[in-house]
Structures are given as C-alpha cells and as structure tokens.
C-alpha cells in the first residue's frame, strides 16, 4: 500500500514562503493523480492544487499565482511552494493520490484513496 509522507510546514508571517514536500513509499506520481489539500480548524478538507501524471498543474483560483504544484518522478516526491502566504492559508496540509486519471474541478477528498499524515502551516498577521 502507497504511503505519503509530508514535510516542510512551519509558521511564517504574511507574505512569507514555504515549500512542502511529499515522499512516496513507491513509484507513485508517475501513475497518479496527485494533490495537495488542507483543512483548518473546524473546516472542511479542500483540495488546493492537483497534478497529472503527465506533470500538468491545477489550482483553485484563492492560491493561484501564489502556490505552484510539482512533482519529482524519479524521486518519488511532490513539492507544494507557497509564496505570498496569507492568514487564511493556515492548515494542516495533505497530499494525497489515488490511482486514477486527475479530474477538474478537483475531486473530493474522499475520493483520494492515498494519504499522508499532514503538516502545519501557519501564517500569522
């Protein structure tokens, strides 16, 4: 069974960066659709960006510009770089994969089968 393993969270101020990484216990994003979602206290899980396995990015209009999705095949690790970050960014933040073409808009959480156990993000005013 695939296992996700994220990194890189932290706390930064408004307008500070951060990069997220998410490892595969396998070869993973080559054949899967892959994303990032969050959630925030009391809220529901949503999913931010997605990538095809042919490496095409996908985001919601709230990060564009902002956020940029990628993958590292060979290493079997997806990246999440936020720049410009803003209060309402503040997660826990997911990767997640399911093996299935990626669908937009972005499917719902529980349609990802693959998960791994999230990171904090917070952004502060």
């Known amino acids: 069974q695939v296992q996700l393993v994220e990194s890189g969270g932290g706390s930064v101020q408004a307008g500070g960066s951060l990069r997220l990484s998410c490892t595969a216990s396998?070869?993973?994003?080559?054949?899967?659709?892959i994303a990032w979602f969050r959630q925030a206290p009391g809220k529901e899980r949503e999913g931010v960006a997605q990538?095809?396995?042919?490496?095409?990015?996908r985001y919601i209009d709230s990060v564009k510009g902002r956020l940029t999705i990628s993958k590292d095949n060979a290493k079997n690790t997806l990246y999440l770089l936020m720049n410009n970050l803003r209060p309402e960014d503040t997660a826990i933040y997911y990767c997640?994969?399911?093996?299935?073409?990626?669908?937009?808009?972005?499917?719902?959480?529980?349609?990802?089968?693959?998960w791994g156990q999230g990171t904090q993000v917070t952004v502060s005013s």
């Open positions: 997640a994969a399911v093996y299935l073409l990626c669908q937009w808009p972005i499917g719902n959480w529980n349609e990802f089968g693959y």
């Open positions: 396998e070869d993973t994003y080559a054949s899967n659709c």
């Open positions: 990538i095809d396995s042919d490496g095409t990015p």
